[in-house]
């Protein structure tokens, strides 16, 4: 029943800036941690950022101090402000709990490119 859907994603290149959001449907109760995660081709899907239901939140190394996640008081509606974006960041991006106890969306493509 719970269903996320991503969007915001797009080709862009080095050094410029991407705002993904997540919509999530069928979750009555607030989610208490939600992240965002990120899965390049032939690598394993990673946590990228975390945040709680209180504004709490946790960044992979490689992009604090360059992203920042966010979410809505009322729902589980979360975001990732992605800025000076890299060729590393290129990935399909997902939105789920934490740990990811729901089933995956279909993920928004981020392509970081020259």
């Known amino acids: 029943q719970v269903q996320f859907v991503e969007s915001g994603g797009g080709l862009v290149h080095p050094g410029e800036s991407l705002r993904l959001s997540c919509a999530t449907s069928?979750?009555?109760?607030?989610?208490?941690?939600m992240g965002w995660y990120r899965q390049a081709p032939g690598k394993a899907r990673e946590s990228v950022a975390t945040i709680t239901s209180d504004g709490i939140a946790n960044y992979e190394e490689s992009v604090k101090g360059r992203f920042t996640i966010s979410r809505d008081g009322a729902d589980n509606t979360i975001y990732l402000q992605m800025n000076s974006l890299e060729s590393d960041d290129s990935a399909m991006y997902y939105c789920?709990?934490?740990?990811?106890?729901?089933?995956w969306g279909q993920g928004t493509q981020v392509t970081v490119s020259s």
């Open positions: 069928g979750m009555p109760y607030t989610i208490y941690v």
């Open positions: 789920n709990a934490k740990p990811p106890g729901y089933t």
